[in-house]
């Protein structure tokens, strides 16, 4: 069994960075309309164009630059599992985040 899930390891660890960038990219698909929501409570009583100009720097630049700086970040975190966990706790942080959503939509 220790074979097989090594073997499993050794596969994944080559794609912690898709990996990563996909457990993020899900992330924001769950929780970006939360943040845009309290964006847009904060800045109502601003004149459309900086309300414009914060939704393009939030959206754009922030969802875009938290992308880019943590999924190095995640990665690395995922390197430091144990190459015989790997495979088990990929599949468990799918889950998790299948879990997430599911209850996102139920909300």
């Known amino acids: ?3 097989v899930l090594n073997n499993l390891g050794m596969m994944i660890r080559p794609h912690f960075y ?5 457990i993020i990219a899900t ?10 929501r309290m964006v847009k409570r904060q800045v109502a009583h601003w004149h459309f164009v900086f309300r414009t100009l914060v939704f393009i ?3 754009a630049f922030g969802y875009g630059w938290l992308t880019v700086w943590f999924t ?4 690395g975190w995922l390197s430091l599992i144990p190459l015989h966990l790997l495979a088990v706790s990929t599949i468990g942080i799918l889950f998790f985040l299948g879990f997430l959503a599911e209850r996102k939509r139920q909300l």
Do not use: F, R, S, T
């Not at 898709?18 to 996909?22: D, I, S």
């Not at 992330?27 to 939360?34: C, H, K, Q, R, S």
């Not at 190095?72 to 990665?75: D, G, Q, R, S, Y």
């Open 27 to 36: 992330l924001l698909v769950i929780y970006g309309a939360e943040v845009n």
């Open 72 to 75: 190095p970040v995640l990665a």
């Open 57 to 59: 720097v939030v959206c």
């Open 18 to 22: 898709e990996l990563a960038m996909a």
């Open 1 to 3: 069994m220790q074979n």
